[in-house]
């Protein structure tokens, strides 16, 4: 992973991770510990399937560049129906409160997109590789009189 790419994680992860920190105090307030154990259940499930998703989003990005946007796409539309599918098994578990659960789910979520959309309009990502165009300029041929 490269620097700005490690930078962009730790932009969307941090203030993800402080959501679920709060979520987890609030959880623990209105719901008691069940509400507690939900909270960090959901936070976790949200950085650990959005942190996987910006990292193969990297590597999309490096070794198939022209197919970045449509896979982009498609991960988040993954993303969410795998949450969807987490909320769905875990609607009616007894060991932590499923409505803690799903909050701290949805508000992660909103977070991490965020955080993300902010980290990405701050990077300062070349548009083009300035050796790259510097290397591929053509010599003149002939002579230069």
Do not use: C
Not at 4 to 14: E, G, K, P, S, W
Not at 60 to 85: D, E
């Amino acid at each position: 992973m490269q620097s700005n790419d490690a930078r962009i994680f730790l932009h969307t992860a941090v203030p993800t991770a402080a959501a679920g920190v709060l979520a987890v105090v609030l959880s623990a307030v209105f719901a008691g510990g069940k509400g507690a154990v939900g909270a960090v259940i959901g936070a976790l499930l949200v950085i650990a399937l959005m942190g996987m998703g910006l990292v193969v989003l990297q590597w999309i990005a490096k070794s198939l560049p022209q197919l970045f946007q449509g896979i982009g796409l498609v991960l988040y539309v993954v993303q969410l129906l795998l949450m969807v599918v987490f909320l769905a098994v875990f609607k009616n578990a007894t060991f932590f409160n499923p409505r803690a659960f799903a909050i701290t789910l949805v508000a992660a979520t909103i977070v991490w997109i965020g955080a993300q959309a902010r980290a990405q309009m701050k990077a300062k990502v070349f548009y083009v590789d300035p050796a790259a165009a510097q290397a591929q300029k053509p010599e003149t041929a002939g002579s230069s009189t």
